[in-house]
């Protein structure tokens, strides 16, 4: 088992969630790659373990409270207690709000807030020595809700609100929650907005001590 606590990360593909894989791995951590994909998510791992990495992964459909648990078992049990859970998972899709139909919105809040319920209250009780740090991916819509994206507006603002919440339910119990809400464009290459600058921010804050913990930080 490695000295340092494996990180699960939720939500992985080919920009943000791999590079904040990538960058926890760099550091020393097991990683466990989570995502719908299971071919794209084995290729991925495939370009950690030559990099020299300790990279597993475990398909599951976010939206699915019984997969999701399932792979959070499984990675726990294959890469030991874990030291800190990212939520990357999103569903993204361009919707006005007088236009999305019920079952829209269902699909949406399942992805885009359940989903981080789920994985939150199954990792935290396994955290190595009951402390460890849970991130989650949010985005500028929760601040200013786009008519041309409603359901993720809603759902990264309800999002944001649960973190919150959680945060101050966890902070004496040495658990670090905090949302990354990311204020622009994920675009590779961009000096600020590059998928590796961006995961970089998650490595520091799971990284801060106590007193610098906060319930959000404005990626901007």
Known sequence: MSEKGAVLVIGVGPGLGVAIARTFAE????????????????????????????????????????????????AVAGLGAPEALVYNA?????DSPSAVSAQEWADSLAVNVIGATVAAGRVIPAF????????????????APSPDFASLSVGKAALRA????LHAEQL????????????????????????EAIAAAYLELHRRPQEQWQAEYLYA
């Open 162 to 165: 649960y973190a919150q919440a």
């Open 90 to 94: 999103a569903y993204l899709r361009p």
């Open 128 to 143: 190595r020595d009951g402390h460890g740090t849970v991130l989650f991916t949010g985005g500028g819509f929760a601040l």
């Open 172 to 195: 004496d119990a040495g658990v670090h929650v905090t949302t990354v809400t990311i204020r622009g464009m994920i675009t590779p290459g961009d000096e600020r907005f590059d998928p």
């Open 27 to 74: 550091a020393g951590h097991p990683v466990a790659l989570i995502g719908r994909n299971a071919a794209k998510l084995k290729e991925l791992a495939a370009r950690l373990l030559d990099e020299g990495h300790t990279a597993q992964v475990y398909p599951a459909d976010a939206a699915s409270p019984a997969e999701l648990t399932s792979a959070l078992d499984a």
